[in-house]
């Protein structure tokens, strides 16, 4: 049902008002099958049930694709000087991976109304009012100057750009200026490129779910699943730490309540976990051996001289199955979304917990929920997806200006002032009952007089605690006699009332809140300008020449930012943000026809991030490792946690080369190929032939070939190589 907004109904007007005369209505159309399969076996991105799952994956030749469909043009009159046309899509594929995919769905690629327009003029303007598309791009395998519609990237650049390209209703007027110039004057509905994965669905076992979706929405490597697994594995600390469990402080037994649950302040996950440097032995001597004796700090139940567990095998422990060392088993995450491994390493960090080596067992603290443990225990961490989209009446405009030379240079002048298509997801903490939106505040502490309490109070302004900024935080935690960090930084939770948040206060003296918290991810959408230009000239050489070119600045695009030195002490909401950046992105192409109708297409395509972020820095863990604490633009098609969230190129370089040739007698089919190379290692070819076997009987054969560096756009998606085969019946 659509909602009734001044362009929908200017529409409805359009299309009934004219006398209410349909006449002579033409129907056209055809009925089609794609039949597609992989050509490789294997795990696309985002398939796996959990860490450890190597048999949820696809064989070669298992179906990709059985879509069906059946799609009517039609057109007809309103009056002498208006018409009007229609496109229906019904179409279903069984392979889908969910209902979004199998059948139709609203301002996607399989919408049931395509396209609802009329054509009509009035004082000297064209006008084309309702569903539609306008296309002002014409490069090949890429979208560049073609902005006004959406794309849904389902089949990625698989699909042609009409069918890919989303209808939305719009009113477009148009008029001839001068003898060789043209204006188009735009006011279209706002809509999303449709992203598989981008959704809390997460559309498991999609084939083109990219690395950046999946460390979002993933159910392995996804934050929206981590922060809760992280929130469970924090309340199996706090449930050990109230039995005594760990030795922090080097005397050989369990500590109190006091020290071990009010935060682990004196120990970094780094610390606990590294298998190079245990701290605190028995003795108090800072432990330097890799060899365990049965005296070092981290033991399975605390008492003296037990054997003690090495320490990132001891997390795994904890993280996965806390049964396996006595705690409550159904706390645990059980290797279902990437905490940590056994081989803890935090200086290749490829899990959550190695990319948070300097975060303490404090901040953990404010992540954990004690449900469940004991009466008035406090709400664990919950995370929600949330869609923030604008009214309906908030439009984009558009304006185009198409000249020509006498001699034969073509031209474009664009402005659109729209809705970025490309959705923004930003991460903040809310209070799990109220939704209020919650301060994190950055604090430093330590047990500095060994009387085994932390010695912070409230960071908002009390004696004994050091409130710090997101630009301060300590790179190198420094260490007393005992071996305990003394700024170490802990990320604490406040509301406005005052209240901290988490299985206890971080002081004892500070009110805590009984609710829960909510680690919530808003997409929304960012109003950014966007000024494009276009040309062509063609040269009379022997050869038939056309030189062309689109170039287009966005301005104020939102970019993901990965700050590692504030997810390195767990501040996930400071350090996976989006921030406002300028792009400027061009195409060069150069056509031919040779061997009389064979047309050859090269394009050399760039992206320059004008505002990129590019912040070198080194960080010490607790046991004196160095890693990268960097602040930079990531990439959002590949960041991931596999691969040290990818670091976007501040200049992104593709080469394009584009075949296709009519063949057979009347030249009645054709063959095309096009290979786009991607700076870094990725590519992607796709080659396909279209063979008539009569003027109403078409067969189609299809094979898209991807390779390369897994961390590029196109290499990502080895596994997702598929063969296609179709027929289409033409009707009229």
Known sequence: MFKKTLIYQSVAMAITLPGMALADVEVSGYLKNETSIYVKSGQVTGQAMATDDESTKHDAGDLLKFENSARLFLNGDLGEESSWHGDLNIIYDTEGVNNYYKGHEPYTQYDWLRELYVDTSAAGWDFRIGKQQQVWGTADGIKLLDIINPTDFRELNQAP???????????????????????????????????????????????????????????????????????????????????????????????????????????????????????????????????????????????????????????????????????????????????????????????????????????????????????????????????????????????????????????????????????????????????????????????????????????????????????????????????????????????????????????????????????????????IHSLGASFDYAFNTAIPLVLRGEFLYDKDTLQPVVDKRLLAIGDLAGALRTEEQDMFRYVIGLDATVMTNLFISGQFIQFINLDFEDTNRTCTTQTGVTFDCSKYTADPATLHLSNGLNKGEEVDNFVSLFFSKPFGESQEHRWNNITIYEEGGGWWNRFDVEYSFTDELIGTAEWNQYWGDDNTTFGQFDKSSNLQVGIKYIFE
Do not use: C
């Not at 067992?361 to 923030?388: C, E, M, Q, S, W």
């Open 161 to 527: 750009q009409e069918d890919s390209r989303i209808p939305v209703w719009m009113i477009a007027a148009e008029r001839n200026v001068g003898e060789n110039g043209n204006i188009q004057l735009i006011a279209a509905q706002r809509k999303e490129n449709k992203i598989p994965g981008l959704n809390p669905n997460g559309d498991a076992g999609h084939p083109f779910i990219m690395l950046g979706v999946d460390s979002i929405t993933g159910r392995v490597n996804g934050f929206l699943n981590i922060a809760p697994a992280l929130a469970k594995v924090a309340s199996s600390f706090s449930f050990a730490s109230l039995g005594g469990l760990f030795d922090t402080n080097g005397d050989g037994a369990g500590d109190p309540i006091a020290q071990a649950l009010t935060g682990f302040t004196g120990l970094t996950v780094d610390g606990f976990a590294s298998p190079l440097q245990q701290l605190n032995d028995a003795d108090g001597s800072i432990g330097t051996s890799g060899t365990f004796t049965g005296d070092e700090s981290i033991r399975a139940d605390g008492s003296p001289g037990a054997l003690a567990l090495p320490g990132g095998f001891l997390l795994n422990t904890i993280a996965q199955t806390p049964g396996a060392v006595g705690l409550p088993a159904f706390n645990g995450n059980n290797n279902k979304t990437n905490l940590v491994s056994p081989d803890f390493q935090s200086g290749h960090p490829d899990s959550a917990f190695e990319y948070m080596p300097n975060a303490t067992f404090a901040t953990f603290n404010t992540f954990a929920g004690l449900t469940g443990f004991a009466p008035g225990a406090h709400g664990a961490v919950k995370t929600r997806y949330v869609i923030d989209e604008p009214d309906d009446l908030n439009l984009n405009y558009g304006a185009r200006y198409k000249g020509s030379t006498d001699g034969g240079f073509n031209f474009s002048l664009n402005y659109f002032y729209h809705y970025d298509a490309n959705p923004a997801v930003d991460l903040s903490w809310h209070d799990a009952t109220t939704g209020e939106k919650l301060s994190t505040v950055l604090a430093t502490s330590g047990d500095f007089d060994g009387n085994g309490a932390p010695d912070f109070a409230d960071p908002a302004g009390a004696a004994g605690g050091t409130t710090i900024s997101r630009n301060n935080v300590p790179s190198n935690p420094t260490l007393n006699p005992f071996g305990q960090v003394t700024n170490a930084t802990t990320v604490l939770l406040r509301n406005s009332a005052g209240q901290y948040y988490g299985a206890v206060a971080p002081n004892p003296t500070l009110p805590l809140s009984n609710n829960g918290t909510e680690l919530r991810f808003t997409q929304h959408y960012q109003r």
